[in-house]
């Protein structure tokens, strides 16, 4: 606080999936409980607007939440979770269960790392995600796969990093182009076909 000068918006629990085991339970949903309550009390007491959780994979949490209810366990404001045409089945699928579970509501649900990690990755390049658009946009590859993050699972908001000023102005305007939920549908129904889905 003292270097931003101000109070965070938000406070998120970062990948809370590498200490839960899956081994214990009890153990998981304890460590879980304690860490939401610290973060809970924390925005109450005015040390953070708000708070919440991130997942790179959200599939632990979610299988924690499914199997042991949440009796007690505070409700997080915000749930951050991979995003974007990079994640798969399973991974979309248990985003959204999660986010459910906790009763999350749609503003809170955020997206992270809609080109996993490598933007400059040739795969970008290779694909065709105008396929998506309604018919009649004309827009490049990178902010059309960065506006399908907001999609892939359903977000209200998608995090971005960038050094680069032109890079950020092509994102920001690519929330205006309009997603044809049909191909999405579509797509996703294909990519749950599929044998091995990956997070």
Do not use: N
């Not at 997206?111 to 990690?117: D, V």
């Amino acid at each position: 606080m003292d270097e931003l000068g101000r109070v965070p918006d938000t406070l998120l629990l970062h990948s809370p999936e590498r200490s839960l085991a899956g081994v214990d339970l009890a153990a998981d949903r304890g460590r879980l409980a304690a860490t939401c309550a610290a973060l809970a009390d924390a925005a109450s007491s005015g040390l953070c607007g708000s708070w919440g959780i991130s997942c790179w994979d959200s599939r632990p949490l979610a299988r924690l939440l499914a199997a042991d209810g949440l009796t007690g366990l505070p409700r997080p404001e915000v749930l951050m979770v991979r995003s974007g045409l990079a994640v798969g089945a399973d991974g979309l699928a248990a985003a959204e269960q999660a986010a459910a579970l906790l009763g999350v509501p749609p503003p809170g649900r955020w997206g992270m790392s809609p080109f996993a990690g490598d933007a400059a990755h040739p795969a970008w390049q290779r694909i065709t995600p105008g396929a998506f658009l309604r018919p009649g946009q004309q827009a490049a590859a990178m902010p059309t796969v960065f506006r399908l993050a907001f999609e892939l699972p359903p977000v209200a908001r998608v995090a971005v990093g960038s050094t680069s000023g032109a890079h950020l102005r092509a994102l920001a305007a690519a929330v205006d182009l309009e997603v044809d939920g049909g191909q999405v549908a579509r797509y996703r129904q294909l990519l749950a076909a599929r044998p091995a889905s990956q997070a």
